[in-house]
């Protein structure tokens, strides 16, 4: 292409960082392009939150009109910013990679309190204007104060600065692309899967006239066809729930092990606890329909559900079912009792790593009132151990999802290959994790509880139930049976392994936290 290419973009850091990403790109193809800075509707309004402008067209309207004017070539969006329909005579010729599309949490650090979750302290005020950020956030922690918050990346980073908020909940993407240094916080990363983007997050968009053919070929060299086929199933549940509504919804679509896993939230507002939803497909066509058919009204869900272990009166899980008139039978199975009192001081000398697998375990490890070393790092399974370890007054330095022990064994020994490693657990541990280490890693196991099981368990007449551990599995089919109209829900693969043997079909949550376990109970 011979002539010098115009490229429209907005004018706010992130924006032009973003179009010159583009421009260097076409650069490298040999390609020349100006930039042309627009100012849209969404830079002039400030008393409105994002969610009554993503997806409206408050920041792509103008870039769009200067395309059809013919006085850009192409135009660089957020593509979250886009509505699901581009106006006729536009198309969409390229997609970006994708950018991490986690959420950060910017927390000031005297408002740090590592014991709750997400590390901000109770009542703590958390600016940001997106009601999906808003709904979820109050789901895991209804003693926030949400509070708006309007601007681009570096001032609103500069308003946590001067103390207008405790913390602010920020896109990892447009600070990474900004390089923006955040040492002076404390900051929490929440994963896709633990607070859901927006459809389309972290992908830029290249958007041209459907009649300049020969750019479209071009561009082609900037084209991801895998993120494109992500993105159309997002796009797609957009689109079913109504488009550019400030509905509070969050989708995210990802291939894993040669899957499509969509991860939905929505709710009704920003004040309403949402619905949260997790599938898996082997293909994405009717996948978008598929999702949205789990949140119509009316739809028939269990009435009752029972699970193996309490359950707090405040706990998400509880939260999540009660939404739906959901009754929770919640009872142990099993009771663990400690085998040591006491714990020796020479078994931490020269620890690298304590890894702990079960809440159980990081509770019974600290009542021994352990002497740590100053350099100890702590590796722990799951999200519920992750917590309990939090409470302890610790953050986690390797948290496997849990879901997979042996692939939680694989990545730990990354990192872990060759240090000295204690595991304070059960007796009965079945030692995945140690296991996966190398010979050079010097494991050490310290049993401090054992697993007994109850007698005499009474059957459950709920419609579904959920088993936390192959020991609860075992109490309960010692003297009672499943009833055909019982559906199963089994945390962790080592418990599904126990259903395997007896040939009883179940579901196996994506996460074996609270949040996957309602996930589990709302897509049945």
């Not at 395997?500 to 996460?511: I, R, S, W």
Request: net charge negative; proline share 4%; with cysteine.
């Amino acid at each position: 292409m011979e002539r010098t290419l115009i490229i429209g973009t907005r004018g706010s850091d992130l924006a032009l960082w973003q179009a010159n990403f583009v421009k260097d790109s076409l650069a490298a193809a040999g390609i020349k392009a100006d930039l042309k800075i627009i100012k849209t509707q969404g830079d002039r309004i400030l008393n409105l939150s994002f969610d009554k402008l993503e997806g409206k067209g408050f920041f792509t309207k103008e870039l769009e009109e200067e395309l059809l004017a013919g006085s850009i070539d192409l135009a660089v969006h957020s593509h979250k910013d886009l509505p699901t329909e581009n106006p006729p005579g536009l198309i969409i010729a390229a997609v970006s990679e994708r950018e991490d599309p986690s959420e950060l949490l910017l927390i000031l650090k005297d408002c740090v309190d590592v014991k709750q979750k997400l590390s901000v302290k109770f009542g703590a005020t958390v600016g940001t204007s997106s009601n999906r950020r808003k709904a979820q956030l109050l789901a895991y922690r209804p003693d926030l104060e949400i509070e708006e918050l309007r601007g681009n990346v570096p001032t609103r980073i500069g308003k946590l600065r001067s103390e207008a908020y405790d913390a602010i909940m920020i896109a990892k993407a447009g600070v990474s692309r900004l390089g923006i240094d955040l040492s002076e916080f404390h900051v929490e990363v929440l994963t896709p899967n633990e607070l859901i983007p927006a459809p389309a997050q972290g992908v830029l968009a290249i958007q041209i006239r459907e009649s300049d053919t020969e750019l479209f070929s071009i561009l082609q060299i900037l084209n991801h066809p895998d993120v494109a086929e992500e993105l159309a199933v997002e796009r797609k549940v957009l689109t079913l729930f109504g488009g550019g509504c400030h509905l509070p919804l969050g989708c995210y679509c990802r291939r894993e092990d040669g899957k499509f896993q969509v991860f939905t939230s929505k709710a009704e507002t920003g004040e309403d606890f949402p619905d949260r939803l997790f599938l898996e497909a082997d293909t994405a066509e009717g996948l978008s329909h598929k999702v949205v058919t789990y949140f119509e009204a009316g739809r028939k869900m269990p009435s009752s559900v029972f699970i193996s272990r309490e359950i707090s009166e405040e706990s998400y899980f509880r939260r999540a079912l009660a939404k739906h008139n959901i009754q929770i039978e919640a009872r142990s199975l099993i009771r663990t009792v400690p085998v040591i009192t006491k714990l020796d001081s020479y078994i931490l000398k020269d620890i690298n790593w304590i890894f702990f697998s079960s809440k159980n375990a990081v509770e019974y490890f600290f009542q021994l009132e352990p002497l740590l070393p100053t350099d100890v790092k702590f590796g722990v399974m799951g999200a519920g151990s992750e917590e309990m370890l939090r409470q302890k007054g610790y953050f986690s330095d390797f948290t496997g999802d849990g879901g997979d022990t042996d692939d939680v064994a694989a990545e730990f020994a990354k990192l872990a290959n060759g240090a000295t490693i204690l595991f304070p657990g059960a007796e009965e541990s079945l030692r995945t994790v140690q296991k996966g280490l190398s010979a050079q890693t010097k494991v050490i196991d310290l049993p401090i509880y054992e697993t007994v099981l109850e007698d005499n368990i009474e059957a459950s007449g709920a419609d579904v139930l959920i088993f936390t551990s192959p020991s609860n599995v075992d109490a309960y089919f010692t003297d009672n049976l499943l009833d055909p109209y019982q559906k199963v829900i089994a945390i962790g693969k080592a418990t599904g392994k126990k259903f395997d043997e007896m040939g009883v079909k179940y579901t196996l949550p994506f996460a074996p936290d609270e949040v996957g376990l309602a996930e589990a109970v709302f897509g049945l």
